[in-house]
């Protein structure tokens, strides 16, 4: 059981992003999604994150009206949508998925999104 991010590029300043996190071996609709980003040589930080149900959604100061986290349940999946992109969103993005009750938690490998002009 996994889960695999998608969809980092290298961008401009002012474009758009939309990474996906798909589960495999495992139903995503019984987990809480996260997504964290960590910049080279800095650490790990959570930007976004939507309970299993597909409420409580949080987003981190820094990327709050930019950024959007969804999922579709039937589909397996999880996305963020990455608006207004600034260069210090340059980091690898990396997508969370922890258990409403009881089990594993799942991590990605990252993907890496590269704003630069």
């Known amino acids: 059981a996994q889960v695999v991010e998608s969809g980092g590029d290298k961008v401009q300043p002012g474009g758009s992003l939309k990474l996906s996190c798909v589960a495999s071996?495992?139903?995503?609709?019984?987990?809480?999604v996260q997504w964290y980003r960590q910049p080279l040589g800095k650490q790990r930080e959570m930007i976004a994150s939507?309970?299993?149900?597909?409420?409580?959604?949080f987003y981190a100061d820094s990327v709050k009206g930019r950024f959007t986290i969804s999922r579709d349940n039937d589909a397996n999946a999880a996305w963020l949508e990455m608006t207004e992109l600034k260069s210090e969103d340059t980091a690898t993005y990396y997508c969370?998925?922890?258990?409403?009750?009881?089990?594993?938690?799942?991590w990605g490998k990252g993907t890496l999104v590269t704003v630069s002009s």
């Open positions: 969370h998925a922890t258990p409403a009750r009881q089990g594993l938690d799942y």
């Open positions: 071996d495992f139903l995503l609709r019984n987990y809480h």
């Open positions: 939507m309970s299993y149900l597909g409420g409580n959604i």
